[in-house]
C-alpha cells in the first residue's frame, strides 16, 4: 500500500494551550470559543458554509505519537481495543470534532464547543448534516454507560 499524505488547510485555534485538564468531547467543552485560521488559498472553499449552524472538524492529533492496539480511556479503567475507542494515539493520528459555527468571517470560523488543542492543524471542514447521519437503534458498546461522563471528564496523562 503507498503512503498518503496529508497537508493543513489551516490551524484550530483554542485555549487549550497544553494536554492537560482539557475537554475530552465536544459535550464537555460546552461554551468554549475557539477559531479555525484556514490557509488564505482555501477561503473560496467556505463560500455558503455560513448557512450551517454546526461543522466536522477533521484535524491531525499533532502532539500524538506512537500508539497501541489496546488502551485505557479516559471514561474506562478497563483495557480496550484501540477501534472501540477515541483515544488520540492510533495507527493514523486523526481525530474529528462536532463544533457549533458562529460565524464566517474571511478565512477565519468563529466556532463553539472547541475540545481541540490550540495550534491543531487542520486537514477539512464538512457541514454536518444530521439527515445524512444514521437512523434507527444506535448501539454504543461499552461507550453507553460511561459517555453521560464526558461532560465532566477532562484528560490526563494516560495519552500524552
Do not use: C
Not at 483495557?79 to 459555527?101: D, E, H, M, Q
Not at 464547543?113 to 495550534?119: C, E, F, K, M, Q
Request: overall charge neutral; cysteine-free; hydrophobic content about 40%.
Amino acid at each position: 500500500m503507498e503512503k498518503i499524505t496529508f497537508e493543513p488547510i489551516g490551524v484550530v485555534r483554542s485555549p487549550f494551550k497544553t494536554l492537560d485538564n482539557m475537554p475530552i468531547q465536544p459535550a464537555g467543552a460546552d461554551g468554549v470559543e475557539g477559531l479555525v485560521e484556514l490557509r488564505p488559498e482555501y477561503q473560496d472553499g467556505l463560500r455558503d458554509l455560513d448557512g450551517f449552524s454546526h461543522v466536522i472538524l477533521v484535524y491531525h492529533f499533532h502532539q500524538s505519537d506512537g500508539y497501541s492496539l489496546t488502551v485505557v480511556p479516559y471514561l474506562d479503567d478497563i483495557s480496550r481495543g484501540l477501534f472501540s475507542t477515541r483515544a488520540p494515539k492510533r495507527p493514523n493520528p486523526i481525530g474529528l470534532s462536532v463544533v457549533k459555527l458562529n460565524s464566517v468571517e474571511g478565512p477565519v470560523l468563529k466556532i463553539e464547543n472547541v475540545d481541540v488543542l490550540d495550534g491543531t492543524p487542520l486537514l477539512d471542514i464538512k457541514p454536518y448534516v444530521p439527515e445524512f447521519e444514521p437512523r434507527g437503534i444506535v448501539r454504543t458498546g461499552w461507550l453507553e454507560a460511561a459517555a453521560k461522563k464526558a461532560k465532566a471528564k477532562r484528560s490526563d496523562k494516560r495519552f500524552a
